[in-house]
């Protein structure tokens, strides 16, 4: 009869190389990232907030102009910029600065809510920006229906496919806050595809109003 292996032999998964060093590797991120928390006082956190918000009017102002870009070439072209590329390229800067938080610098987060209400004002800030550009450049002489139609949609649509975009950035920092785990950018992409497609839909509609002279 043959006899049993000995227990100290037996190779167990922790004991793999490949799995050791894996398990090390979520171990070493969960405690840095919970003494980097630990160390750093509230009032470091919200001072940082305060920042990605003035941050996030710069970079609707980059938006913006990148925005107004989809308005030169081709009626296709034009088309295609305004429904697909605009609101892709216009969404992500909108909430660059929530992001690179949640994702480079997750332990001065104070809240997975402040994310959201970071992305939102980045949304308000382009919408107001993009106002000005439009009413006082790019279109002469606006009449009191456009002007009303851009300060109430255009606040209104950038805001909520901000919140779209800004509950996404919540989610990845939710999850390496709960799991001690890397933030994973992949769990915002379709929170952002929500979002350029709201704002596709809004520019669709209003090239399609624009063409019909309802303005």
């Known amino acids: ?56 009017g710069p970079l609707g102002v980059v938006g913006a102009f990148l925005g107004a870009f989809a308005s ?15 609101p892709a390229v216009e969404e992500f800067v909108k909430a660059a600065s929530g992001f690179w938080l949640a994702e480079q610098r997750p332990w001065l987060v104070p809240s997975g809510w402040v994310l959201v209400v970071i992305v939102v004002a980045g949304g308000l800030g382009f919408a107001a920006i993009e106002n000005w550009i439009y009413l006082n450049i790019y279109i002469e002489d606006p009449s009191d229906a456009i002007i009303r139609w851009r300060w109430i949609f255009g606040p209104l649509i950038h ?29 915002a992409f379709w929170w952002f595809v929500a979002a350029v497609a709201l704002h596709g839909t809004y520019n ?12």
């Open 72 to 86: 030169v070439g081709s009626l296709p072209v034009v088309v295609f910029a305004v429904v697909l590329i605009g």
């Open 1 to 56: 009869m043959q006899s049993p292996v000995p227990a100290a032999s037996i190779d167990h998964a922790a004991d793999e190389p490949v799995l050791a060093t894996a398990a090390a590797g979520l171990q070493s991120y969960a405690d840095d990232y919970h003494r980097r928390r630990d160390a750093t006082p509230p009032w470091r956190r919200w001072f940082v907030v305060v920042l990605a918000i003035l941050v996030a």
């Open 159 to 187: 805001g909520s496919a901000s919140l779209l975009a800004g509950l996404g950035v919540r989610k990845v920092w939710q999850m390496a806050h709960d799991t001690g785990t890397r933030p994973n950018a992949h769990l």
């Open 204 to 215: 669709a509609g209003a090239v399609i109003l624009e063409a019909l002279e309802v303005f």
